[in-house]
């Protein structure tokens, strides 16, 4: 765990390779260091502004950014990896920041008394229909937001999911239940619904998320979800003992060690030092390719993906209305697989 936080990763050339190959290879044998690295780093992050030297600070957030919270995301754990944005980006861009949590600030009480109402009307018709269920608000995360708005070039205003309704149930069939339950009372909003349980993310995130025109006419996101997935959502690897020592283990949390378990391939593969740390921040998951949309977007998919798999990423319904594709200006075969770099 030390090691980890004495690495400079701007000067990973420093570093001997054969020491870092080893600190990776414990953390691939025991997932528990690498949440304790995270938790660390967040401790880290959390006291940054006590420090006087402004390029350490931005050294120490620009390498949170680039390491460990990609790290906490592939992972799944939603609550260090937000943090460890935010902190980031106030260190960062600290005028952007504050003045975006400026905007945030002055609309909450709107946006709180709409989730509030929201909120007491599922509480009453939930019930109703059989269907049990814990309903609270929750908040997006300012990095999050910050990313979104500069992707599709927006104001906040057009941000839907700013806040959002959670709905968590017992089981899966209460999930499409409820799905049901939220779309008679409310209007959904066309192309705003997506379905990651049928196909959850990458890192095994699972969820129903639907926007709607929701009270007083407003967008409200409303998301729906098990308890078993509501916890992996928000502790990821972590919420895997909870699970293992008290009930049957998190669906797919085993697969998370089988990619920490490939850093160990690595000592065959790289003898530079800087070369190491370059695939550490770039290529440490090598199960994912990376295409681009018509107007240049990133779009992050599993090896192995293909074109109907992009048209799902896009949208769930880009992907029902699917009939052929175009790669790189060729048209190819449905089972074409996509290769990092590929234009769709």
Not at 26 to 46: D, G, H, N, S, Y
Not at 60 to 79: H, I, K, S
Not at 173 to 197: E, K, M, N
């Amino acid at each position: 765990v030390g090691r980890v936080e004495a690495i400079r990763w701007d000067r990973i050339e420093q570093e001997a390779a054969e020491s870092l190959r080893k600190m990776f290879i414990a953390m691939a044998a025991e997932i528990r260091v690498v949440i304790i690295v995270l938790a660390l780093r967040v401790q880290k992050m959390r006291a940054l502004e006590t420090s006087q030297d402004t390029t350490a600070r931005r050294r120490v957030a620009r390498e949170t950014l680039e390491v460990f919270a990609p790290l906490a995301n592939r992972l799944g754990v939603w609550q260090f990896k937000s943090e460890l944005e935010n902190l980031s980006l106030q260190e960062l861009e600290p005028e952007t920041f504050h003045e975006l949590e400026k905007l945030l600030q002055e609309r909450r009480q709107e946006r709180m008394r709409l989730i509030r109402q929201a909120i007491a009307i599922l509480q009453e018709k939930l019930p109703e229909q059989g269907i049990r269920a814990v309903v609270n608000g929750r908040a997006k995360h300012l990095y999050s937001i910050y990313k979104k708005m500069q992707r599709k070039r927006v104001g906040l205003d057009q941000i839907h999911d700013v806040s959002a309704v959670r709905v968590i149930t017992e089981q899966v069939g209460d999930c499409y239940a409820a799905l049901g339950l939220v779309h008679s009372i409310w209007v959904p909003l066309p192309g705003q619904f997506d379905d990651y349980i049928a196909r959850p993310k990458e890192n095994l995130y699972r969820s129903l998320h639907t926007t709607v025109v929701g009270p007083e006419g407003k967008p409200l996101e409303i998301q729906i979800r098990t308890r078993e997935m509501h916890d992996y959502a928000e502790y990821g690897v972590a919420a895997h003992w909870a699970y293992k020592e008290g009930r049957k283990a998190v669906k797919g949390a085993d697969q998370k060690f089988v990619v920490l378990r490939q850093l160990m391939d690595w000592e065959r593969d790289v003898a530079d030092p800087h070369q190491f740390a370059e695939r550490l921040k770039t290529d440490v998951f090598r199960d994912q390719v990376y295409v681009f949309t018509p107007a240049g977007d990133i779009v992050d998919l599993p090896l192995g993906a293909t074109p109907l798999d992009f048209a799902y990423r896009i949208h769930t319904m880009v992907g029902h209305r699917f009939r052929g594709a175009r790669v790189n200006d060729q048209i190819v075969t449905l089972d074409y697989q996509l290769k990092t770099g590929d234009r769709i």
